[in-house]
């Protein structure tokens, strides 16, 4: 992948976002506006790290394709690096659904963290991490 637009693409898919409306929805950004920036009519040097976040890859690597492709959290010197628990499975183990339960704490974040790693709570209480 030479181009920025189709790192961006590239992130977007492997975030699981199938369409790109579905990644404008999610971040906040008008469709049209997105679509320009993921098929290369618009620069989104603006909205790059905002990207880079949502879909866990480092910035360098959707801007200029150099560097590690996925964004790693990296541990302050002294401090526990955590994960936040944002998600709640309700429903029996064989057909979850997620909702949405707001910000539920945080847990010790696993080995190989990014940015984009999150934690759930199944109806066992287990925390485990998603994504």
Do not use: F, H, V, Y
């Given at each position: 992948m030479k181009e920025a637009h189709e790192r961006l693409q590239a992130a977007r898919d492997k975030a699981g976002y199938p369409e790109a409306a579905d990644a404008a929805r999610a971040l906040g950004v008008k469709a049209p506006t997105y679509h320009g920036h993921e098929n290369g009519n618009r620069g989104f040097k603006k909205n790059a790290d905002k990207y880079a976040r949502k879909f866990g890859v480092s910035l360098e690597w959707l801007l200029?394709?150099?560097?590690p492709r996925?964004?790693?959290?990296?541990?302050?010197?002294?401090?526990?690096?955590?994960v936040p628990m944002d998600r709640l499975c309700t429903a029996p183990a064989l057909k979850p659904t997620f909702t949405p339960a707001g910000q539920l704490g945080s847990v010790p974040a696993p080995d190989g963290a990014t940015e984009s790693t999150v934690a759930v709570e199944s109806g066992a209480k287990a925390l485990v991490p998603y994504r």
């Open positions: 200029t394709g150099n560097g996925e964004r790693k959290i990296a541990p302050l010197r002294g401090e526990l690096r955590t």
